[in-house]
């Protein structure tokens, strides 16, 4: 049986358990378990199926026994912002509602009644997104007073599923300032802002940092999987995790690119200017107190949706294919129209856009699929444009991270769009960047620093330049 540590990943479209261990200077993953992650109706509400997704943990730890490792720590990461809430008997209050629930439409502006974006922005250096932690707390503070008047525990969904592995909580350090209630200076809940808007402070844990150890499974799970493991805190922001890996920092910009496209660069310090907050980018911590200046763009979660609408007739190698075949069709749309946050239709929705916006309505899945490529790409040149207006610098290279980064057409446009070297890899980087977390925290690997070495010593990257020095889309 061999000694590793096993990382669970778990984005918005699907969940990845993968172990890892270094041999000979080298990170070595296999995958043991992956499933799907979906939305399910409860109540009238989005919410993520928590039970169904602890259930596939459980399964990924015997499946990584039974496939001969035995993990020595495992760690958990999600995507952002959400949460549930306890009560006085550990009692599960709410349900997990999904960022993409419209329950927080308006609250935004509501909030803006009491403090003004500036401060909020100033304090947090969290960028404005409808559905951040803090408009969905204020949603139950107008709408189900009495269930946050019996809250004990604030847990978000990492934190929550490490309470069940462990029965210990705590709020993880960089997916807790993505609620916008952390201050980017003290690096504590905010108390001021949560007093101002009658949310009750009690209920926050206290906040952890990556690498921190929350401690060992329960008995019954022990016993049922015949090993202890240490349960140890990756960066549990999924995003947060996949920086930790970007093995190219210095003068990169890096793009995280699942369901969302996350693109930014890693600092020491927040950067909370005017230009910074009009273009919302946002400050969400990272490893070691760094901090990652980044913007969310809609990502691929568009061409997930077209996915399903055409019943998952094509896979997403097929959409990067036939949308290279397309050449006369230049219709984009904003990809960052809260309307492709959730369209009943993306198919639709994009149709509807481009008459609206007198374009060319895109018709066969080709024209659909080089529609939304187009889109990205010009979406992450504006954001790159942005980034270095507020830095007053050029960026030379690009990093295309996660499962996007193996969409070799779109990381080609990139290169066309942006005239930047593209590096695409590695594909599976929240894993490895939760994997690296860990085996820093178990002392095999020094730190952050070699972890990257080892990233880049480990894992395929490609490297993409442009191919008509002159101009993006073709
Ligand atoms: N072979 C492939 N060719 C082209 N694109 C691919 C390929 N495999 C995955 N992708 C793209 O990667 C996306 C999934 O990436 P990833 O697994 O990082 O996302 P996720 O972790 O599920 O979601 P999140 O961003 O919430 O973490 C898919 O939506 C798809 O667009
Ligand atoms: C809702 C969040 O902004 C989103 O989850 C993003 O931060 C993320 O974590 C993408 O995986
Ligand atoms: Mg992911």
Avoid at 89 to 112: C, H, I, K, Q
Avoid at 140 to 160: G, Q, T
Avoid at 333 to 344: A, E, I, S
Wanted: aromatic residues 10%; hydrophobic residues 35%; charged residues 25%.
């Amino acid at each position: 049986m061999l000694e590793c540590s096993l990382a669970v990943d778990i984005g918005a479209s699907s969940g990845k358990m993968l172990v890892g261990y270094i041999k000979n200077g080298k990170l070595r993953l296999q995958e043991v378990h992956r499933f799907e992650n979906r939305l399910i109706k409860r109540d009238k509400h989005f919410c993520w199926d928590l039970q169904s997704l602890f259930s596939e943990i459980v399964t990924g730890i015997h499946a990584s026994r039974d496939q001969g490792f035995v993990p020595q720590s495992i760690g958990i990461d999600t995507w952002a912002v959400d949460f549930v809430l306890l009560g006085e008997n550990d009692e599960l209050l709410t349900d997990a509602v999904s960022y993409r629930d419209p329950r927080t439409d308006g609250m935004m502006e509501e909030v803006f009644q009491q403090i003004s974006k500036e401060r909020l922005y100033l304090e947090t250096g969290i960028q404005f997104q409808k559905f951040n932690t803090i408009y969905q707390l204020y949603y139950l503070k107008k709408n189900h007073p009495e269930i946050l008047d019996k809250a004990k525990s604030f847990l978000m969904i990492p934190d929550y599923l490490n309470y069940l592995l462990t029965g210990n909580k705590t709020n993880e350090y960089t997916n807790a300032t993505s609620t916008q209630l952390v201050n980017a200076f003290t690096k504590k809940w905010d108390r001021e802002l949560l007093d101002q808007l009658g949310i009750n402070k009690e209920m926050f844990q206290e906040i952890l940092p990556p690498k921190s150890t929350l401690g060992n499974l329960k008995p019954e799970l022990s016993r049922e999987f015949g090993f202890d493991m240490k349960v140890l805190l990756p960066a549990t922001h999924d995003t947060g995790s996949a920086v930790v890996s970007v093995p190219e920092s210095n003068d990169t910009i890096y793009i995280s690119s699942g369901t969302w496209s996350l693109i930014g660069v890693e600092n020491n310090f927040p950067i909370c200017v005017t230009k910074a907050l009009d273009y919302n980018f946002t400050n969400e911590g990272g490893i070691d107190y760094r901090f990652r200046f980044l913007k969310n763009i809609m990502g691929l979660w568009m061409i997930q949706e077209v996915k399903r609408n055409y019943h998952n007739r094509y896979t997403f190698a097929d959409f990067a294919e036939m949308a290279d075949q397309v050449d006369d069709f230049h219709s984009t749309v904003n990809v960052d129209d809260d309307r492709f946050l959730k369209p009943k239709n993306m198919i639709e929705e994009i149709q509807k856009y481009c008459r609206e916006t007198n374009q060319t309505v895109p018709e066969t899945s080709g024209e659909v699929a080089k529609c939304v490529f187009d889109s990205l790409s010009v979406s992450y040149q504006t954001a790159i444009d942005q980034i270095e207006e507020v830095y007053e610098k050029e960026f030379k290279k690009i990093n295309v991270i996660g499962g996007g980064s193996q969409n070799e057409m779109l990381n080609q446009l990139i290169a066309d769009t942006t005239q930047k070297e593209v590096i695409a890899g590695p594909f599976e980087a929240t894993a490895i960047g939760n994997l690296a977390s860990q085996l820093i925290s178990l002392g095999e690997i020094e730190n952050l620093n070699e972890a990257r070495q080892i990233v880049k010593n480990s894992f395929e990257m490609k490297v993409f330049r442009s191919k008509n020095k002159t101009e993006g889309l073709k």
